[in-house]
T-cell receptor, first 114, second 106 residues
Framework: NAGVTQTPKFQVLKTGQSMTLQCAQD?????MSWYRQDPGMGLRLIHY???????DQGEVPNGYNVSRSTTEDFPLRLLSAAPSQTSVYFC?????????????FGAGSRLTVL | KNEVEQSPQNLTAQEGEFITINCSYS?????LHWLQQHPGGGIVSLFM???GKKKHGRLIATINIQEKHSSLHITASHPRDSAVYIC????????FGTGTSLTVIP
């Protein structure tokens, strides 16, 4: 199993540009989520999904869009990048059945918006 | 108000020392997770616990449900333990602490 695969690992954008962060998991996890990590702050939830076709907003959703057309993929789209979106982004997934609900994280994507 | 508070924010220890990182959480959190993040690296889950104590190698995690408090202990610390340790509570969502940056000096 590859686990959670995130791409790209690094990206530099100019203000106003758009891009998509890709996230894929091969563990058949129903729950997938995107977090951003900023210095001095805990991980903050951007968007999440509890299954294909279902998405919902987290704590900091503004400026980001998501979709979940398959169980495996959960891309995060920045429609018009702003310097405030400079951050490290993590995709994470977990099993939602009975038992341990440990999150499995991707390796992270460092985004810089100039 | 943060649902999860952890301390200290930064910690420096000599190799071999016993280390404790603390985490307090609020009502509504049913399980507590400890995560490890190495510099420039991803995040891995160390423990999930809702009661008692768990041990994995030199790492021990405890939780006191009545006091809503959890601790992560590292025995015989080693420079490779240097990382950021994050506690997270599970309620309706995951609520993350701000992390403890640990540096173990040889």
């Amino acid at each position: 199993n590859a686990g959670v695969t995130q791409t790209p690992k690094f990206q530099v954008l100019k203000t106003g540009q758009s891009m998509t962060l890709q996230c894929a998991q091969d563990m058949n996890h129903e729950y997938m989520s995107w977090y951003r990590q900023d210095p001095g702050m805990g991980l903050r939830l951007i968007h999440y999904s509890v299954g294909a076709g279902i998405t919902d907003q987290g704590e900091v959703p503004n400026g980001y869009n998501v979709s979940r057309s398959t169980t495996e993929d959960f891309p995060l789209r920045l429609l018009s990048a702003a310097p405030s979106q400079t951050s490290v982004y993590f995709c994470a997934s977990r099993y939602t059945g009975t038992g341990a609900n440990v999150l499995t994280f991707g390796a992270g994507s460092r985004l810089t918006v100039l | 108000k943060n649902e999860v508070e952890q301390s200290p924010q930064n910690l420096t220890a000599q190799e071999g020392e016993f280390i404790t990182i603390n985490c307090s959480y609020s009502v509504g959190i049913s399980a507590l997770h400890w995560l490890q993040q190495h510099p420039g690296g991803g995040i891995v889950s160390l423990f999930m616990l809702s009661s008692g104590k768990k041990k994995h190698g030199r790492l021990i995690a405890t939780i006191n449900i009545q006091e809503k408090h959890s601790s992560l202990h590292i025995t015989a610390s080693h420079p490779r333990d240097s990382a950021v340790y994050i506690c997270a509570g599970t309620g309706n969502q995951f609520y993350f602490g701000t992390g403890t940056s640990l540096t173990v000096i040889p």
